[in-house]
């Protein structure tokens, strides 16, 4: 299910809101042979994760500023297991005319439960998954 509003502030700007519900309930493996009896024997409780993300822009003549926030909620019960997803985005750009220039910068991270080894030493280890993304696209416009 998702559902995205958008608010228009004249021709100046924009923000909108995206947010859906995914339903890992009827998820299956398609692991083969031996690995089938384990997933059996300890079943993934999910739930039903929310995802939102929002977003605004802002233009002054030809320059355009934008920024975000994501969240990801966890599809797990457990959430050391996988910790919910935090992120930002910001951004600035300029028209002109034909030719647009963007520059974009994303930020995410998530926590994790891992544990590396099954016998002895077993307890888990927290790693933190950080996601740093600059992109810098240029767009022309051509009339056939």
Not at 25 to 39: C, E, K, L, Q
Not at 66 to 82: A, H, I, L
Not at 127 to 132: F, L, M, S
Request: net charge positive; glycine share 10%; aromatic share 14%.
């Amino acid at each position: 299910m998702d559902r995205k509003p958008c608010l228009y502030f004249g021709q100046s700007g924009l923000l909108s809101v995206d947010y859906s519900i995914r339903d890992y309930g009827n998820t299956n493996s398609a692991v083969n042979g031996d690995f089938r009896s384990i997933i059996t024997i300890f079943p993934i409780n999910w739930i039903l994760p929310v995802n939102c993300n929002v977003g605004a822009e802002y233009r002054i003549k030809k320059f355009s500023i934008r920024g975000g926030y994501r969240n990801e909620q966890s599809p797990y019960k457990n959430k050391q297991t996988m910790g919910d997803l935090n992120g930002f985005s910001g951004g600035f750009g300029y028209n002109f005319g034909k030719t647009k220039l963007d520059l974009a910068y994303n930020y995410w991270k998530r926590d994790y439960q891992q544990q590396f080894v099954v016998t002895g030493l077993t307890d888990a280890a927290t790693v933190t998954t950080k996601n740093n993304n600059v992109h810098s696209p240029c767009c022309s416009t051509c009339n056939l």
